[in-house]
């Protein structure tokens, strides 16, 4: 773009230099000095110019990178955004929470269940005591019953005895030993 602005010039001074040598030698250094500063001129205002454009352009190609950079830096925040987000729904943390909470639930439920069990388990205990206490035979020898043995067997009948067996009459405080004389009832 510079070199036909160049090479003309270079024409320019290359014809100046010829007609300089023809002419007397101060005037030719007046006119070249003339020349050259016109040329000098010309050639600075030249490179201004050059410069001023190539200015613009490169004012231009740093617009459009700051552009490209900033649209590339809004895209990996973009990016970033998207990926952390994607990274807390992964996170094990709110998982372990829920878990934590239904294990301290679950705790609760299973201790509650445990109390219940044993409260019904107290009561039916309490229930069984009650009847065993009232069939025990050591209550009923209190109200003043009593059981018979013969030989370590327990006599519900007369049939189980005869006259002169010895036999055993338990009560709440002690036993007697006892020698059957009579029977009465039914043989």
Do not use: W
Not at 1 to 12: H, M, N, R
Not at 121 to 146: C, I, T, W
Not at 163 to 169: A, F, H, R, W
């Amino acid at each position: 773009c510079a070199l036909p602005i160049f090479k003309s010039l270079e024409t320019t001074v290359a014809h100046l230099n010829t007609r300089l040598m023809n002419q007397h030698p101060a005037a030719k250094i007046i006119l070249y000095k003339e020349r050259k500063n016109l040329i000098s001129h010309q050639l600075s205002k030249e490179i201004l110019s050059q410069l001023d454009t190539k200015q613009q352009v490169l004012n231009a190609l740093k617009q459009r990178l700051a552009l490209g950079i900033a649209q590339i830096i809004a895209k990996l925040n973009t990016s970033f955004v998207h990926c952390q987000s994607q990274l807390m729904k992964q996170h094990p943390a709110p998982k372990i929470e829920l878990f934590s909470e239904r294990l301290q639930s679950l705790t609760k439920q299973l201790i509650q269940q445990m109390h219940n069990g044993v409260n019904k388990r107290e009561q039916l205990l309490q229930q069984n005591a009650a009847l065993l206490d009232a069939f025990s035979p050591l209550n009923l020898l209190a109200k003043g019953y009593s059981f018979i043995e013969k030989d370590r067997q327990v006599i519900s009948s007369v049939k189980q005895v005869a006259n002169g067996d010895n036999i055993t009459i338990n009560l709440k405080d002690g036993k007697l030993i006892s020698q059957i004389k009579t029977i009465e009832g039914k043989p």
